[in-house]
């Protein structure tokens, strides 16, 4: 590997590497990100662009591995080596995600808690399935009351709410939500009335003695990729029109979003799916795109809640499930006899990520 050729004007530099490839990097970029101008602790960069006057590039000389290169009027040179002009020559691909349907219900498995306290590697792989899969399982969790906040700690902070810093899912005399009913809760993603939305949220089962109260997940990115090839005109019409979300409670919360139900991104990657029929409010678009809307609204909760796509499994004591709440929806079977009592909190994806990547450093 090497670099056989450069060339530039007073705006572009052109790089040749030995493999046949050639890059075109803009002047104006390569000033701004300069190696010199990032502090070495923690690579921060130590001006911003207001200090930098309009630069031309005046001399480009390759060198042993790289190309130094002058700037004007400023007068600086600095080097750039063939890593990273190759590091920065292509748009930096998105994370890995894998897709799932009900095949997944085969590969369940439940990771011991304990191990996961000693154990980095174990603890790093745990976390990778969480990111790539959307969800993952744990057992062995003490069921001591608030033993989910220790949980947490594994990867980031607890995202306190108005419900607290955790809460208590079983049945109540007087319920404020279904949740803390015996009856059957239909496949939904939490809290789409939040600005931002949870990320993740994590359900621990302290007591199960009921004859049901099954959990079920369903992966929202395989059903708005199933949407996007099946109905584009619906993931068209779903990704662009925004709907309202509410949660109110008298003199203590009123909370609205107004969101499509699927993002995307830039690039056309869904970025995070809401579903919550118990929040969503009347629809506030024109009436003339109404019933398209509607027909669209119905194929992707009818996908949401297609049995040959879900996976079901029940939560023991001990046992835990984390799942990504941007991505993954979920669902409860009713049950009719039994005390069921789980806590949940939530949390934030971008601790889990970093805690990922703090882990691959020290492996
Ligand atoms: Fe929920």
């Not at 042993?64 to 691909?93: I, M, Y």
């Amino acid at each position: 590997m090497g670099i056989t050729a450069v060339d530039h004007d007073h705006q572009w530099l052109d790089v040749r590497f030995t493999d046949g490839t050639s890059s075109r990097f803009l002047g104006a970029w390569l000033r701004d990100n300069i190696g010199s101008g990032r502090h070495r602790n923690g690579g921060q960069r130590t001006f911003d662009i207001n200090d930098l006057p309009p630069v031309s590039i005046t001399t480009a000389v390759r060198v042993a591995d790289g190309v130094t290169v002058s700037f004007e009027p400023e007068g600086l040179q600095e080097t750039f080596d063939e890593q990273w002009f190759r590091q920065h020559a292509q748009v930096v691909p998105r994370p890995h995600r894998s897709l799932w349907g009900a095949e997944m219900q085969s590969r369940l498995s439940f990771e011991d808690y304990p191990t996961l306290l000693t154990d980095p590697n174990r603890l790093h792989d745990w976390l990778v399935g969480i990111r790539d899969h959307g969800f993952g399982l744990l057992e062995n969790v003490p069921t001591t009351p608030g033993s989910i906040l220790d949980v947490v700690d594994l990867f980031g902070y607890v995202r306190q709410t108005n419900y607290g810093r955790l809460f208590d899912v079983r049945e109540e005399a007087d319920p404020a939500n279904l949740a803390f009913t015996k009856l059957k809760i239909g496949m939904h993603t939490d809290n789409p009335y939040r600005d931002p939305v949870p990320g993740l949220q994590l359900l621990h089962c302290l007591t199960n003695e009921s004859d049901g109260g099954a959990n079920q997940l369903r992966d929202g990115f395989a059903v708005g990729e199933q949407l996007r090839n099946l109905h584009p005109s619906q993931f068209e019409l779903l990704s662009t029109q925004p709907v309202r979300f509410r949660f109110f409670e008298e003199g203590s919360a009123d909370l609205e979003t107004h969101v499509p139900l699927i993002e995307v991104d830039d690039r056309g990657a869904i970025r995070s799916i809401r579903y919550n029929s118990r929040s969503i409010q009347a629809f506030d678009m024109p009436q003339a795109i109404m019933a398209d809307f509607y027909e669209a609204y119905r194929t992707l909760g009818e996908s949401l809640h297609d049995p040959a796509g879900l996976i079901e499994f029940r939560l023991d004591p001990g046992q835990l499930m984390l799942f990504d709440n941007q991505r993954v929806a979920h669902g409860r079977s009713a049950y009719e006899v039994g005390a069921r009592h789980l806590q949940g909190c939530y949390a934030d994806k971008d601790s889990l990520n970093s805690r990922i990547r703090v882990l691959e450093t020290q492996r």
